[in-house]
Each structure stands twice: as C-alpha cells, then as structure tokens.
C-alpha cells in the first residue's frame, strides 16, 4: 500500500507542478498584454504602403513616442476608432508644408520620407506653419492624400497621453509579419 500511494503521490504532484508552470505563464501573458503590448486593427488606407487595411500591428504601450513612429492614437477622435499614423512633430517643433511642392518641413527642413505613398498636395483645415504645443504630436498618415491626420482641425495635434503605444511588429497577415517597415524611419531632412 505504500508504494501504490506513493507512486501515485508522485503523479499528482507532477500533474499539480505543470498545471502551476501551465497558471504561471497564463498569467504573465495576461499582464504583458495588459501592461505592455496590445494588438490592434489597422483601419483604412491612410497607412498605405507601409500598413494595410485589416492589418494587425502589436503595439508597445510603455514606449515614448519618437519621430518616425508609427503610433495607435486612443479612439477618443470623431473619427471614433483608433488612428494609425507616423510621428512627424514633437512639442515646441514647427511644421510647415508645400503643398505645391508636396514637402513636409519640421523647424525649416525639409523631411526626407521614403514611406509616402506620394507627396503631401492635400490641404485640410489646419493653417501652416503651426507650432506643436508641448506634450502633444504633430501626426500624419503615410499615404498623405487619403489620411485624416493632424492637418485636419478634427484630430490636430494629439496630445501625448493619447497615444496608446508604438507598433513594433505587424503579425497578421502571417505572410508579412515583421518588423522592418514599422522600425523608426529616422525622418532625415534634405
């Protein structure tokens, strides 16, 4: 009787021991996904080439945004769902575009951005120059022709608290999941 109840012991304490790893790691999953990624939808064309429509895109919600991000603005927009766009200024920069031209500028220069679908020729609401107010982000899609952005009075310039996180990878669909077009483009002036 010993040894069946000690065999048996065993097992279930086995058993018990995976089931604990098994909760353990459910559980660290459940707070990275809280606290630091979350996967969102792309929705719409502004992102064109660089994100699709339908695209899915793991975010880091502890990184502070940098120019050349491509960040998720929080769905608090008219717009109603949350915004995919690219960090283009920061607080205290000015901003100023030829739309003649279709040139972007930050603080007079001339941005280099071979993410673009083409050239910023659509004017919106907002006047040019404008200074980005502190704490908030100067945001544009990448196909600048069809992005409801921060040119537009409906978004302006978004306040830093709004931005839910940064993309690090795109994950659907599996045949481009990756990285090298959501890392930093570097928004390199001319």
């Known amino acids: 009787m010993g040894a069946a109840f000690k065999a048996r012991y065993r097992r279930n304490k ?3 021991e995976w089931y604990d790893a098994l909760a ?4 660290i ?21 660089t994100l699709s ?10 990184k ?20 995919v766009k690219r960090v283009i200024g920061m607080g205290g920069d000015t901003i100023d575009i030829d739309f003649e031209a279709g040139v972007v500028y930050r603080n007079g220069a001339a941005l280099e951005e ?4 083409e050239p910023t020729y ?10 980005v ?5 100067f945001l544009m899609g990448d196909n600048r022709n069809n992005s409801t952005d921060s040119r537009d009075v409906s978004v302006g310039c978004v306040d830093e608290r709004d931005i839910m996180g940064a993309a690090v990878l795109r994950v659907l669909p599996f045949g481009k999941i990756g990285a090298a077009e959501l890392a930093r483009a570097t928004l390199s002036t001319a």
């Open 24 to 27: 353990m790691a459910v559980a």
């Open 114 to 117: 071979p993410y673009t679908a």
């Open 64 to 83: 502070a945004p940098d120019y050349g991000d491509i960040v998720v603005v929080d769905g608090y927009t008219d717009y109603g769902k949350p915004l």
């Open 29 to 49: 999953i459940a707070l990275v996904f809280t606290f630091g990624v979350r996967i969102v939808k792309v929705d719409g064309h502004s992102m064109d080439h």
């Open 53 to 62: 429509d339908g695209e899915r895109i793991l975010i880091n919600l502890l």
């Open 14 to 16: 086995e058993t018990l």
């Open 122 to 131: 659509l004017f919106e609401s907002v006047e040019f120059p404008i200074t």
């Open 133 to 137: 107010p502190d704490g908030c982000l």
